[in-house]
C-alpha cells in the first residue's frame, strides 16, 4: 500500500515539475519564485514514510512566471 501510495504521489509530483520544465531553458531566467517552487517539489518527498503523511500532504501553490 506505501509503494503504490507513494509512487501515485511522485507521478503527481513529476508531472507538476513537467509542467514547469520550460522555465529551465538556457535562454530564459528562471524567478525565484519558480525556484523556490521546483525545489519544493523536488523535496516533497522528504519525510513521507507512511500513507497517512503521504495522503496529508499538500503540493504548494502553483507558480506561473
Avoid: H
Amino acid at each position: 500500500e506505501f509503494d503504490q501510495a507513494l509512487l501515485s504521489f511522485r507521478q503527481i509530483r513529476n508531472s507538476l515539475l513537467a509542467e514547469t520544465d520550460w522555465t529551465s531553458g538556457s535562454d530564459l531566467t528562471m524567478s525565484n519564485e519558480m525556484k523556490t517552487y521546483r525545489q519544493q517539489l523536488r523535496d516533497a518527498t522528504t519525510g513521507l514514510d507512511t500513507v497517512t503523511k503521504i495522503n496529508a500532504y499538500t503540493f504548494p501553490e502553483k507558480v506561473t512566471k
